[in-house]
């Protein structure tokens, strides 16, 4: 300790608790923490790009907040357009594109508000649960944890003080 004291070692229980906890927590800040990309004249173009397996999709929300001009160009990862469409919309008209990828592999995106402005949200939808593994780990640690408390004792360690 830095006043020159001593601390017990941590016990392995507390150990798989705490990590699978963080596990878990970091699982749900995964999957909740998403928010839309304002999209306007500064800023008319979101790009990203997600690694895909055949039958997942993405899902593109456009929310215009003016009549808008939008282009969704999908690409591959040899660089060859999969999918490019426009729509013109009116204020408030909100819709949804989605698209799914016939092969494996890396796609890249790109939402463009050529004119008008709106937020647009991405959201990739995996067909396999390879997202989820997360959950089954830190439950499996926390199990692990519990476990290894109920086998450890908790003995009460005297001390003698010399002096």
Known sequence: MAGGGAAPSMKMSDV????GMSIILGGVIMHVWTTPTSLDGDTPTLENGASMMKGDTLTFEINPTNASMITITVENEDGE???EEAWSKAE???????FEADV??????????DSGE???????????MI????????IACIAFGVYKRTMESDEVMDAELEG
């Not at 494996?104 to 508000?113: D, I, L, M, S």
């Not at 997202?131 to 830190?138: H, L, S």
Request: charged share 15%; proline share 2%; no cysteine.
């Open 16 to 19: 798989f608790l705490l990590i």
């Open 81 to 83: 357009t999969v999918v």
């Open 92 to 98: 408030g008209e909100n819709f949804e594109y989605v």
């Open 104 to 113: 494996g592999g890396f796609y890249t995106f790109e939402v463009t508000f």
């Open 118 to 128: 709106g937020e647009a949200y991405v959201d990739v939808n995996r067909t396999s």
């Open 131 to 138: 997202d989820f593994v997360a959950y089954p780990i830190g």
